[in-house]
């Protein structure tokens, strides 16, 4: 068990209403990660986190901000929702740093309607 | 842009059946790790191969990562039913160790 949550774990909503996932992890470790995963394209990566309040954009950043206020939670924010954007979100931390191993949370399923 | 091609995409077998996965590239990783996925969880780390060449046994899996590092294998002896699940194939670069992922295979395996 890598200590890893998310929530919500399942959300529905509209689309241009503000949408915000959380990973809370109790691992104090330095790398964490927002990815989503798509039928047909596997995990893409939102954003990244390589410690408190550094982040970077990952491949498919448009229409997502992140935070990072402490060490143990690193937060996605969908602005203004779109039906494109109904996916699984999944939050991971990274154990191993010489070989970028990573743990994943459970996972947000969000329906944008 | 660095790829990984994952194939199969789709293999459906009877239990007790063997199969093999592949994953390759025309880049090189510095290593290579295998994910299990489970309809609704996240992915679950199963082996890192780091030294081309390189097999690792987990029970009746077999991991093998290429003499070159470009490319890796997932061998399945006597397939069983709890075998059933998406693998993921992630090789991780040199520079800042992020993940290049490959899309998957989705294994079912019939009793």
């Known amino acids: 068990d890598a200590g890893i949550t998310q929530s919500p774990r399942h959300k529905v909503t509209e689309t241009g209403t503000p949408v915000t996932l959380r990973c809370h992890q109790t691992e104090n470790h330095r790398y964490m990660y927002w990815y989503r995963q798509d039928p047909g394209h596997g995990l893409r990566l939102i954003h990244y986190s390589y410690g408190v309040k550094d982040t970077d954009k990952g491949e498919v950043s448009d229409g997502y901000s992140v935070s990072r206020s402490k060490t143990e939670d690193f937060l996605l924010t969908l602005e203004s929702a779109t039906s494109s954007q109904t996916s699984v979100y999944f939050c991971a931390i990274r154990g191993g740093l010489h070989t970028g191993e990573l743990f994943f949370g459970e996972g947000s399923r969000l329906t944008v309607l | 842009t660095q790829l990984l091609e994952q194939s199969p995409q789709f293999l459906s077998i009877q239990e007790g059946e063997n199969l093999t996965v592949y994953c390759n590239s025309s880049?090189?990783?510095?290593?290579l790790q295998w994910y299990r996925q489970e309809p609704g969880e996240g992915p679950v780390l199963l082996v890192t191969v780091v030294t081309g060449g390189e097999v690792k046994k987990l029970k009746r899996l077999t991991f093998q990562f290429g003499d070159a590092r470009k490319d890796s294998s997932l061998h399945i002896t006597a397939a069983q039913p709890g075998d059933t699940g998406l693998y993921l194939c992630a090789g991780a670069e040199d520079s800042n160790y992020q993940l290049i992922w490959g899309a998957g295979t989705k294994l079912i395996i019939k009793p």
């Open positions: 880049s090189v990783f510095s290593s």
